[in-house]
């Protein structure tokens, strides 16, 4: 067991993947030991592709985690039981650029091969970058989907083949 987890599959997650990621969120974090960021997410997906096990996330070219996801190899997605709320809440309206989202929070880093995790996690997916594409306003069959992007910052979307799942056993 490593910090308290156990490796599983990522076919053994078995959380409900619109509640895990659209209702209790997750953070995404890519970069190094020496310097790293992460931010509050509620919109990816995950699943299969290419014969491969991956999950997919979205990061706005504005955002301080972008540069991040660009320079990295792979990136890590995390969940918390909901008591850690309030850290969710706070990544995700804090800039990495004006604090220090760790220490105002107290999450923990865990550095694995290729990315960073969080030691409160209850269940960590570590993914290897295999694609990425950029959100094109022109392709949108739903016009209505344009309105949430107010200033035009449409994502970059990032597939990541899942390497490693870490869950925290049941208590």
């Not at 094109?136 to 344009?146: K, L, N, Q, S, T």
Request: net charge positive; aromatic share 12%; glycine share 8%.
């Amino acid at each position: 067991m490593e910090r308290g987890f156990v490796e599983i599959r990522p076919e053994e997650i078995g959380d409900n993947p619109f509640k895990l990621i659209g209702e209790s969120w997750m953070l995404i974090t890519a970069g190094t030991r020496d310097s790293f960021n992460t931010m509050t997410a509620s919109w990816g997906g995950l699943g299969v592709l290419w014969n491969r096990p991956i999950a997919v996330c979205f990061v706005r070219p504005t955002r301080h985690t972008y540069g991040f996801m660009e320079a990295a190899g792979g990136f890590s997605l995390c969940f918390f039981d909901e008591q850690h709320r309030k850290i969710l809440e706070y990544c995700g309206a804090k800039s990495g650029r004006k604090v220090d989202k760790v220490a105002k929070t107290g999450l923990l880093p865990v550095f694995g091969a290729d990315t960073v995790y969080f030691e409160q996690a209850r269940l960590v997916i570590e993914c290897r970058k295999v694609h990425t594409w950029d959100i094109d306003p022109a392709r949108f069959v739903d016009r209505e989907i344009d309105k949430l992007y107010p200033k035009k910052d449409y994502h970059r979307a990032y597939i990541g083949e899942i390497v490693r799942c870490l869950k925290r056993p049941a208590v």
